[in-house]
Each structure stands twice: as C-alpha cells, then as structure tokens.
C-alpha cells in the first residue's frame, strides 16, 4: 500500500525514529496532530479512516494474493473480505444485530475467526474476543458478563456455550452442529449473501468494535472495550513503522515481494489479532496459519511457505532455536522473529540469533489494554539490550514511571509504568471502578514496574499485581486460589508464579489442608473443574503450619513466594 507514495529518499543510518518523526510531519503520508478525546488531549493521526468497514476496503486493494493458508485450505484478500461482508449481512439481517450489540467469538485459529471477526465489527456489533482455553464455567461467565444473544464458535467452544446460554444463537464454524437449541453451520449463515456488500450501519470512531477480556489481580476476567479510532490507530501505527523500515532498506525492496507470517499464537490474544492478523491484512502479508503448535510442523512450514517472519511467545522462538531439527529444513526465508506476551531471558536473544544467522530477533511490550502496543525493540538494538523492551512506539505512545505519590520518577528509578495513548481501550465492561482505578488523565495504570534509561529504553523488573504469565496467558493467582480454597480438604492456600525457563512461568500453590487424608490429586481433579488446563498449579507443596502474616493480618506474600522459589529452585538445580 506504499507503492503510489511521494517520499524522500534516505540514508540507512539515518535513526528510525526521525524517519518516523518524518512521515508524521504535517502535510506528510501519516501526519499527526493534537486531538482532545473524552477529555483528554492525545496524538492521532490525521488521516485515519473512520471506522474498520472502511479499512477492510484497502485491505482489498491486495485482491487476489493468498492472505490465509490453512492446511491445504488457501484463501486470497478477496475471499476473506467477501465472506466477511456476507457475514456482516447475516449478522442484520437474519440476527436483528443493531450497532453496540455485543457477538462472542470462541474459536481456535480457523479462517472463520478473521472472516467473524471482520464482519461483526463492519456490521457494528462489538466482537467479544473469548479465550479458546476457557471451559464451560468461563465461558458461562463472560457470556453472562457482556450479553452476547449471537456467538460464533467451533464445535468444543459450542457445545460449552450450549450447556450454559441455551437462548444464545450459535453459528457454527468446522464442525458439527451441538443438539439442542438455535445453531446454525457458518457456510449456511452466510449462504445466499452477496459478497462486498455491506449492510448500511453509520459507524464512527466512537463506537464500540472489540471487547477481549483480561485476567487482572481481582481474580474475574474484565472486559476491556475499545473504540474503532484505537483499533485502527494501531494499525496506523504499525503500518507506519513497518514503512520506516522500508525507506531504511531494513525489508525486501521488490514491489513484487510478498512477506509471509507464520501464526501460532491465538488470534483471540491482542498480538494475534492486531500486529499479527490485521496489520498483515492491511499492508498486504500472507498468513500461514498452525493449529496448534509444533515445533517441527513450523520449520515444515516455513520452508514450505518460505514464511519470512514469525511472532509467538518467547517460549516458541526458544524452541526452534535449540531444535536438533533445524538441520532437516531450509529455513533461510526467515528474517524476523519476534516475541510478546511475556519476558524473553537475555540468554535467549543470543541463542536465537546464533541459531538463525539471517534473522533480526524482537520484543515487543504491550497489554490487553493498551491494544499491544507499548515498547518495540528489534535487531541490533535488542541484542545490545537484551534485559529491555524498547523505547515507547512513535508516535502514538507515551510511557512514564511514576512513583507510589504520583510523581514522575527520573531516569534509571524504578516505579509503576504508566503509558498514555489514543490506542488504549475505553475502559472495563460494566466496571466504572475498575475503569477508575486503572485510566487516570489518559494514562493507564499496568501494575507493571519498571524504569526508563537516560537513553529512553525501558525495562520492566517486577509486577505489582498478583498475575502469573505462563507462556503468555495471563493468570489470576486469586482466581486460582478461589477455586482451591472452595475445596472441602483446603483450610488455606496460597497461589503464585514460579520461573521457568521454556514458559517464562508456571503456577505453584502451597496448601494448608484441614486434616491428614488430605490428597492433593483429587483436590487437581476437582480444580480442573471449574479451571482452564493452563491455570492448575503444576507444583503444589502441603504444609501443616499455618501460612504466615504480617502484622495487620493479612498473609505475608512475599515471604511464601520468596521460599517457596527458591525451594524450586533447588529442586531444579538438583534434576539438572
């Protein structure tokens, strides 16, 4: 989409960051200015769209070009944009869906979650972003918390949200239809529609597109809601850097030349759905989609496909990078492989840049709430500075460290990272106190700690909210222990992070039964109940004192997380 552009030349050398503070000048491509939304003065970009039905006409300015690859499935912009346009018919037309009304999306990876995706936000309904892992009760929850009356589902995800939302209007992608109720097969709720013909719904940058839900320290999921000027900001942004590198010669300069991404990170996550799924709709880059993943079915791939780059938690890149089974495939077409959703251990740049010579390993840092867009960090830059994340992303983001009082700490002073964009959501579904507590003037609160360097990079050391990231899902240790501490057996318990070094973390737990024939299993099995897979404690230690306190009553957390790590540490060493 850059091809009809007027831009100057520029010297290689020349800092990415005045190449962008060119491009966002005034009278330029992605030229910038002030613009005070609720209240709050933020940057925007001049030139952005209205709402996302109009993005996904550029998208089809790609025609024809493989977008998505699936198995042996192959779908081109046209396809997926046309089926999306069906879709969003379905949605008016058959379904009575009226700007605002919320749709859940629960899938895995299929080429109906884009086409879905596409479609609710073009018909103005708000896609509700549900996280395939979630068993029945989380489900039943987040469909009861935004009130969606229309889902889209695979067959798993269905017959969950049948056993709970029986009023519910289910769509059906891949596979059989759940007995009972109102379902629908996705290839019938769109049969008979006219392809690239969009229902007329007046959408602003105001209205409401997507709500994912966030695990937060309160142990309940949050929807966080966010307009369509964020969404599309983001992508903004994003095409805006990705054209900085190009001027740089940092990409491929052929205008035929087609980058390919490999997916294996969910598009339910903000990074599948945004800097992964959507910005590749927009500049033009082929999907290459996993279903699940595999480490060798991702070198298969990527000489297949000749995929170019590759984004997924760092657990992913590190598992290709101490692979024995490199050697059996051409993987020499990838250049960029990126990580997110958790820290990467600085040993682990150096491994995967060793491993593959041609690539340019990144980082990027963002949340649920700020869309995923935060800190980037890339290339040489992150093998210099492999304990950082980056400096905040230009020109839509601020970052600062503001101390417990609310001042602004100087450099290198460690405090609560606090970042200010037009891209950060709205706020919490239903949840005004939440909202309150987390956006203040602009700028959202991520509970994350960490310092900015005299240089502008910053680094994240600690987190003041009670979440555990294992291979980037976040955890909430109290929705953990909630469950745990339901148990007829548990007289207390305590949940917390442990480190790992191919998940980043893992959930411990240390309990306190009521009495002798407590059986940690059986209290597993119950948990696993009420729990997705990925939440149940994987090292559960039983003592028979009580935890400790400190002095206003309460349990002393960081004395039982700092024992218990390094009982698991020594416990490590030992296997090793």
């Known amino acids: 989409m850059f091809e009809d552009l007027a831009l100057p030349e520029i010297d290689p050398a020349t800092p990415i960051d005045k190449v962008l503070a060119l491009l966002t000048a005034k009278d330029m491509p992605f030229a910038t200015h002030t613009e005070n ?17 109009d993005v996904w006409g550029l998208c089809l300015g790609h025609g024809d070009k493989e977008f998505l690859v699936y198995g042996e499935e192959r779908f081109s912009f046209t396809d997926i944009i046309g089926q999306a346009s069906q879709f969003a018919q379905a949605l008016v037309d058959d379904y009575g869906l009226e700007k605002g009304d919320r749709v859940a999306l629960a899938m895995r990876n299929y ?4 086409i879905a995706y596409m479609g609710i936000v073009a018909a103005g309904g708000v896609a509700v972003l ?14 009861k918390d935004c009130g969606a009356t229309v889902a889209i589902a695979d067959g798993p995800r269905a017959a969950h949200i049948r056993s709970c939302s029986h009023d519910v209007h289910l769509i059906v992608a891949r596979d059989a239809l759940p007995d009972g109720g109102k379902a629908v097969s996705f290839k019938d709720a769109i049969s008979g529609k006219k392809p690239l013909k969009w229902p007329e719904v007046d959408l602003g940058p105001d209205d409401i597109a997507m709500m994912p839900y966030t695990s937060g320290s309160t142990g309940f999921p949050k929807g966080a809601y966010s307009d369509h000027r964020a969404v599309i900001g983001v992508l903004f942004n994003w095409i805006c850097v990705a054209l900085a590198m190009k001027l740089l010669g940092r990409v491929n300069p052929d205008p035929d030349f087609q980058p390919k991404m490999l997916v294996a990170v969910p598009f339910f996550h903000v990074t599948g759905l945004l800097p992964v799924m959507l910005v590749s709709a927009v500049v033009g880059r082929k999907l290459v989609v996993m279903h699940k993943w595999d480490v060798e079915e991702a070198f298969r791939l990527i000489e297949r496909e000749g995929v170019t780059a590759f984004t997924g938690v760092p657990t992913m890149s590190y598992e290709m990078a101490k692979s024995d089974l490199r050697s059996k495939y051409d993987l020499s077409s990838l250049t960029d492989i990126g990580g997110g959703g958790a820290s990467r251990p600085p040993e682990h740049v150096r491994m995967i840049k060793d491993a593959f010579k041609n690539s340019n390993p990144g980082i990027g ?28 992303t230009p020109p839509l983001v601020e970052i600062k460290i503001l101390a417990p009082d609310g001042s602004e700490m100087p450099h290198d002073e460690r405090g609560e990272i606090c970042i200010k964009s037009v891209v950060n959501v709205v706020g919490y579904w239903h949840n005004p106190e939440a909202t309150a507590q987390a956006f203040k003037n602009g700028w959202f609160h991520t509970g994350d700690v960490g310092y900015l360097d005299s240089d502008g990079y910053l680094y994240i050391v600690d987190r003041m909210k009670d979440i555990i990231i294992r291979g980037g899902e976040n955890i909430s240790s109290l929705e953990v222990e909630g469950v745990l501490h339901g148990h007829e057996s548990v007289e207390d318990v305590m949940v917390f992070s442990l480190p790992c070094t191919r998940l980043g973390e893992i959930v411990g737990a240390v309990v306190v039964p009521k009495n002798d024939s407590f059986d940690k299993d059986a209290l597993l099995q119950d948990a696993s109940k009420h729990l997705a897979q990925f939440k149940l404690p994987e090292r559960v230690w039983v003592r028979s004192e009580p935890l400790p306190l400190i002095a206003s009553g309460k349990l002393d957390r960081q004395a039982v997380r700092k024992y218990y790590t390094n009982l698991w540490e020594a416990e490590q060493k030992e296997q090793n």
């Open 130 to 143: 549900m996280n395939s892992w979630w068993g029945a009760e989380e489900l039943d929850w987040a469909m």
């Open 37 to 53: 939304i609720r209240g709050v003065d933020y940057t925007v970009f001049i030139n952005q769209p209205r709402n996302l039905r």
């Open 365 to 392: 840092y963002g949340l649920t709430e700020t869309n995923a867009l935060g800190a980037l960090l890339s290339g040489d830059e992150y093998i210099e500075r492999p304990t950082s994340t980056g400096k905040p």
């Open 111 to 114: 080429p109906e979650w884009p």
